[in-house]
């Protein structure tokens, strides 16, 4: 059975740094695509970035040079290194993998979800 672990979530302030892992275990070595989602309270869920086996990377506007998506497929490992945090950042990240390629931003075409980590910006 899959299953797709979280970590690295907590609270930081405005303009620092946060990284999240996102270990996958229990399915195939390699899967097309990998995906960071997020949910803030009252929100609906939203894409992040994703990040494809075939070296292709995505990134919603609104995190697009501040955060960076990458992928270890030898250790079944998935990151965001999440820069210059801004109070709108502040939400649950949630990690998904598929297989398959192209509208990564639809969270119903994913298989695989996490749990979730909160990440929490500000004072």
């Known amino acids: 059975q899959v299953q797709l672990v979280e970590s690295g979530g907590g609270a930081a302030q405005p303009g620092e740094s946060l990284r999240l892992s996102c270990a996958v275990s229990?399915?195939?070595?390699?899967?097309?695509?990998w995906t960071w989602f997020r949910q803030a309270p009252g929100k609906e869920r939203e894409f992040v970035a994703s990040?494809?086996?075939?070296?292709?990377?995505h990134y919603a506007d609104s995190v697009k040079g501040r955060f960076t998506v990458s992928r270890d497929d030898a250790k079944n490992m998935m990151y965001l290194q999440m820069n210059d945090l801004k109070a709108e950042d502040t939400a649950v990240y949630y990690c998904a993998i598929r297989e398959g390629y192209g509208r990564e931003r639809e969270s119903f075409l994913y298989d695989h979800w996490g749990q979730g980590t909160q990440v929490t910006i500000g004072p």
């Open positions: 229990g399915g195939p070595a390699k899967t097309d695509t």
């Open positions: 990040a494809w086996r075939i070296n292709i990377i």
